[in-house]
């Protein structure tokens, strides 16, 4: 056998390989979001906890838990907000709620001693870590005030950490248990413009893996949810497309991914998304990422001069 023929064989093998790869991947990305039956999530517990819960996606996913028969506790900043989505969920899904005005926007660890008071004593089988802000519009990193990284690490990273390291002791206790941590499809490939929450979601998804590694023989379930954009407040968008779900849809498919997935973006066409920022090559993501928020830096900063 010649050297052009071991050649010419070993190329086809290889060729073989990638594509082979390719195609179980598509097959298991069919399989996860159009095939595959849920699981029954009441057995983890009959409360639920979710964080940043009076909006957007964290609203969704009190909706979609209470739709399944579980009880919901409510934890955002507004009382007033919260008890009104309160009210709307006992109505409509015939569940229990309970109802905390908090702001994750701090580093004093007695607030913290007095919310992990009121869920003492709660059967929580699934946390929900959802709270998070980004910024107004693409900036430098110069140009932050230093409140506003600060609030980007209090709400973003030191929340979800917090929170999870005390309902991991009961859930442990019980050896049953659902972490879910929002992060997002910017911590997958660095974003510049937006660094600072690029680096807080990038933490998420690690802190999350780690997580699941040290407590999946425990019986928790620890699972990163990386959303591309979803119609909210956050993202400024309204109308819903193809790739930019209503939070209904994507809180009901990311549902469905409980107790199979540990790293998922939670709805199909994101995770299209996220899988070309995985694949292309980092030079073309990163000229991609950049000219895109250097342009969404421009329409924002237009609009404040033209107000």
């Known amino acids: 056998m010649s050297i052009i023929t071991i050649i010419q064989s070993l190329a086809l093998s290889i060729g073989l390989g990638i594509l082979l790869r390719y195609i179980v991947r598509y097959v298991l990305f069919l399989y996860a979001f159009f095939i595959r039956s849920p699981i029954n999530i009441k057995k983890y517990g009959s409360w639920v906890v979710v964080t940043g819960a009076t909006d957007g996606i964290g609203e969704a996913y009190c909706h979609e838990f209470a739709k399944k028969g579980l009880n919901i506790v409510l934890i955002s900043r507004s009382l007033d907000r919260l008890k009104t989505k309160a009210s709307e969920i006992e109505n409509k899904f015939k569940v229990q709620t309970k109802v905390i005005s908090f702001d994750f926007n701090t580093t004093d660890d007695s607030k913290y001693q007095g ?67 929002l992060s997002s499809v910017s911590g997958i490939t660095p974003i510049p413009l937006l660094t600072v929450y690029s680096g807080t979601k990038a933490y998420i998804e690690k802190f999350s893996l780690a997580l699941n590694l040290e407590y999946a023989s425990k019986g928790i379930f620890v699972q990163c949810v990386t959303p591309g954009i979803v119609c909210s407040k956050m993202s400024k968008i309204r109308r819903p497309s193809l790739f930019v779900p209503n939070p209904t849809n994507f809180a009901r498919s990311a549902v469905s991914t409980i107790g199979f997935d540990r790293l998922t973006t939670g709805y199909w066409s994101h995770e299209i998304q996220a899988f070309f920022l995985r694949s292309l090559p980092s030079f073309i993501v990163d000229k991609l990422m950049l000219d895109m928020h250097l342009g969404q830096r421009k329409r924002a900063l237009n609009k404040k001069k033209s107000q």
């Open 115 to 181: 919310l992990f008071k009121q869920l003492t004593g709660i059967d929580i089988g699934i946390l929900v870590n959802n709270v998070g802000i980004s910024y107004d519009h693409p900036m430098y990193l110069e140009e932050l005030q230093p409140a506003t990284i600060e609030s980007l690490i209090n709400l973003n990273v030191r929340a979800a950490t917090v929170l999870s390291k005390f309902l991991l002791t009961s859930m442990v206790e019980k050896k049953r248990g659902v972490i879910i941590n």
